[in-house]
């Protein structure tokens, strides 16, 4: 199955006070039903112009949450002109920035999240965020680009390391960028590049943003 984001569904499920309304209340009703915490809201590639309401729908869910002793938190992209950080943090208990996709499925070959992109990204996060209520989500997984195909597959950490294996390679830690890559050429002729991401690169990433005392990582 071809699974793909619905930007546009999600537009029209957060479009006026209705729509959110509904919508608030399946989630408030699922959430105590099973007794949980509070909520993760993870919406991903929403519209530019529903921007305004997505917003809106996470101020009027705070608001609903907050008054049940319930929790939000809210998954928002690392580095994203369209994203109000601050308004999203004020919006939430905690924001939880996804520090990763510096290259991904819709570009070129590339680190996942480059040591010095992930620093450079972070301080411009941190000077817009409170730190205790900041989550740090590391990326656990990688890309594999086909040069022959231009098609580009996500990755496990581990089927990273068995399509190495079985193409008799070893991946390479890249000293630039930190982040550990490697190619190989399949019998069709097409050529792979892999980039991926490892324990290293998250301990690299975690003792950077440590500084910052952010509330945890994800």
């Known amino acids: 199955i071809d699974e793909q984001w619905q930007g546009e569904l ?12 509904k919508l608030i209340n399946a989630l408030t009703s699922f959430v105590r039903d099973n007794n949980f915490a509070g909520i993760c809201v993870d919406f991903e590639e929403p519209p530019t112009d529903a921007q305004a309401n997505l917003l809106t729908f996470m101020q009027e869910l ?31 208990d905690y924001l939880i920035l996804m520090a990763y996709d ?6 070129d070959a590339g680190p996942v999240a480059a040591q010095d992109w992930f620093e450079q990204k972070l301080i411009s996060r941190m000077h817009e965020l409170d730190a205790a209520k900041t989550i740090i989500a590391l ?8 040069d022959a195909t231009k098609n580009v597959d996500e990755v496990t950490f581990q089927e990273a390391l068995i399509s190495a294996r ?16 490697f190619e190989y050429d399949e019998d069709d002729q097409s050529h792979h590049k892999v980039w991926f991401l490892d324990a290293v690169t998250a301990y690299n990433q975690m003792r950077a943003a440590s500084g910052y005392k952010p509330a945890g990582f994800g």
Not at 10 to 21: G, Y
Not at 139 to 146: R, V
């Open 10 to 21: 999600l537009a029209r499920a957060i479009a006026d006070e209705q729509h959110r309304q």
């Open 62 to 92: 705070h608001a609903t949450f907050a008054a049940k002793g319930l929790l939000v938190s809210q998954a928002v992209p690392f580095d994203d002109p369209d994203w109000n950080y601050k308004a999203y943090a004020a919006a939430n």
């Open 102 to 107: 510096q290259h991904w499925t819709g570009s």
């Open 139 to 146: 990326g656990n997984y990688g890309y594999n680009w086909n």
């Open 166 to 181: 079985e193409s008799n390679t070893a991946a390479t830690f890249d000293t630039a960028t930190r982040n550990p890559y």
